[in-house]
């Protein structure tokens, strides 16, 4: 069975600080799909990012950056001199090969304050 | 022009009464789902259509009946709505079993 923990609740910073939100995964499959999402307070679900169990090449862009490591099944997620439009609930989420669930982590509510 | 679109996007309903959500996708996917957030913000998948076929069906009230007319369509009948209810569900589409493509949500509120 696939689980993913994020295992903050909430992050509060300040406005031009880096905020960095743990992804941890389980899965026995060799061949699975990582992904983040991020839900504004408007409710919508925004893709971010989706990485490949057999790619661990971070990928940066813009101010977000991503560090996938399978040694410790981790893919964590920073944001980089955080804006007030940050804001939103974070989701880290993983689809195993051949299953068509997608399942997601708690979530992390980020709060950018001013 | 939108991918994955869900009617209507609020519902205020009272308890007992039966009520559906529409989804539908016009990017040509064979597989749709339902998704449900609850109040702490949590996703779990409900069900999901492959090509007009149940493929997941997670542990769910039978009061929920997913109801696929065609590909395009995957709509949401609550029987008897009860206050547990109340949550914001989520369609999506995918061409295949990586991407999900969602919809903007309905927020379902049972009084």
């Known amino acids: 069975a696939q689980k993913v923990t994020q295992a903050q609740t909430e992050i509060s910073v300040v406005e031009k600080e880096d905020v960095t939100l743990d992804c941890v995964y389980e899965?026995?499959?060799?061949?699975?799909?990582l992904f983040w999402y991020k839900q504004p307070p408007s409710g919508e679900l925004v893709f971010l990012i989706r990485?490949?169990?057999?790619?661990?090449q971070n990928e940066i862009s813009g101010r977000y950056s991503w560090n996938f490591q399978k040694s410790t099944s981790s893919f964590n997620f920073t944001i980089t001199a955080s804006q007030v439009v940050d804001s939103a609930v974070y989701f880290c989420?993983?689809?195993?090969?051949?299953?068509?669930?997608?399942?997601f982590g708690a979530g992390t509510t980020v709060t950018v304050r001013a | 022009d939108t991918a994955v679109s869900q009617t209507p996007k609020y519902l205020v309903t009272q308890m007992g009464n039966d009520k559906s959500i529409k989804c539908e996708q016009n990017l040509g996917h064979d597989t749709m789902y339902w998704y449900k957030q609850d109040s702490k913000k949590f996703l779990k998948i409900m069900f999901s259509y492959n090509n007009k076929e149940l493929i997941i069906n997670e542990t769910v009230p039978n009061r929920f009946s997913p109801k696929s007319p065609d590909k395009a369509h995957l709509n949401l009948h609550i029987n008897s709505l009860e206050l547990g209810d109340s949550a914001v569900y989520f369609c999506?589409?995918?061409?295949?079993?990586?991407?999900?493509?969602f919809g903007p949500g309905t927020r379902l509120t049972v009084l």
């Open positions: 999506a589409s995918s061409p295949s079993t990586i991407e999900k493509y």
């Open positions: 899965t026995r499959d060799t061949t699975y799909y």
């Open positions: 990485r490949n169990s057999f790619d661990e």
């Open positions: 989420a993983l689809s195993e090969a051949n299953d068509y669930k997608l399942s």
